[in-house]
């Protein structure tokens, strides 16, 4: 984290609709380094829209994005500022891991530090990969490359549950240095990792406060 103190993210003003029906119509989200934010959502409530708008590659009129006040849009140009882990692969497959790595200024060794079978990996390609793997090993290199925030769309999907137990740790662990804002249904691991939980609903951003479990079962979102 900056010695100036921590760097605040804020998204608001947001306004999406696809063909007349308004996903996105009252948003305003803060996440700060040193906290983990979740942003839960049932399908097709617009969090990978979301989080499009904040990177900057989704183009929305009047979209204010801030970093300490400051507007940052695209923020995706702000050097060192933040990177984006999509619901689809980042990496190009050809790519080896160790090219990955290099390329995001990440020392890989200290990224996989806590899963050690993933060094035998090292040399292949992305493309190669199992899923899971190559979800876990995107994950791992945005966050320890070095920006003061990452956003993660469903950073846990297809990982095996031993390998979601520690990279819930190493989320809380590099915290320290910055912020997460993260999207995933895995709520069993999700929500004790959060400082703070929004759920969007019907087009708008609730900051959840107080028993959230229960609030996610009002909402529709949660069974149980
Ligand atoms: N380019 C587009 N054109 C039309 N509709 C779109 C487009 N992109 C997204 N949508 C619609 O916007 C809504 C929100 O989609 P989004 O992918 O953000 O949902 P989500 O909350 O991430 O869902 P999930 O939990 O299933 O991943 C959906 O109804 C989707 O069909």
Redesign the pocket.
Known sequence: MSPAGPQVLEADGIQVA??GRQ?LASIYLRVQTGQIVGLL??????????LQTIFGTRTVADASVRVNGRRVVPAFRQPGLLNYLP?EPLLPPSLTLRQAARLLGVDLGAATARFPELRTQFDCRIGELSGGSARLLQTLLLLHADTAFSLFD?PFSGVMPVHVETLADEMQRLKQRKGLLL?D?RHAEVLPLCDVVYL?HHGRLLKLEGNVKEALRDYGYLAH
């Not at 959502?41 to 979301?50: A, F, I, Q, T, Y």
């Open positions: 696809f063909a996903v959502g049932r399908n097709g409530s617009g969090k990978s829209v979301l619901q469903e999207t249904h969007l």
